[in-house]
């Protein structure tokens, strides 16, 4: 009977607790929602809703998620997705069609933001060469660009925005097909 109650107990915990995942290898989601995403290696994501926060060493790749906050030892490629949080990156960073509802901070030498936006403050730190932010088709930066660290360069298309100054950085004008 002890055993019975035990095992009950056991398994109640566990169910309780199955939607809080911590991987080590390859971690894969489909359509479904977790309560927040904790892997060592590699991440895939596709059409997941994380109610709270993706924390991943290696690198991401997500695409039509709805999360909180992220956090990235590794490069970082979102598409057509809404983050709630803060971001931040350590690797290379890429964005098509995502809407940042706070912040972003990347450390890497290079960023791509293509049909997105982000509301605040978007920081790029390199200490290894210049860092480059693409900001192109139609994207939006709300806040300032801070390159902390080596100064840094935002190429910049006429169809996209940076609200704020860029501190410690020039902006260049270029031109790109978009899709």
Do not use: W
Not at 143 to 163: P, W
Request: charged share 15%; aromatic share 6%; hydrophobic share 35%.
């Amino acid at each position: 009977m002890k055993r019975l109650i035990i095992c009950g107990l056991l398994t109640g915990l566990m169910s309780a607790t199955s939607y809080a995942y911590t991987g080590f290898g390859v971690c894969n989601y489909g359509n479904q929602t977790v309560t927040s995403i904790v892997c060592y290696g590699p991440t895939v994501l596709k059409q997941t809703t994380v109610n709270g926060d993706i924390k991943v060493t290696g690198d991401l790749k997500a695409e039509n998620i709805s999360v909180r906050d992220i956090v990235v030892q590794g490069a970082a490629d979102i598409s057509n997705s809404e983050v709630s949080g803060s971001v931040n990156v350590t690797g290379s960073f890429t964005a098509n069609q995502v809407q940042f509802q706070k912040g972003v901070a990347i450390q890497s030498d290079s960023a791509i933001l293509s049909h997105s936006k982000v509301n605040g403050l978007m920081t790029m730190t390199s200490d290894q060469s210049t860092p480059y932010l693409q900001v192109q088709c139609g994207s939006v930066v709300t806040g300032s660009v801070l390159f902390d660290g080596k100064a840094g360069v935002v190429q910049i298309t006429g169809d996209s925005l940076v609200q704020g100054k860029v501190v410690n950085g020039s902006m260049e004008f270029v031109k790109r097909n978009c899709d």
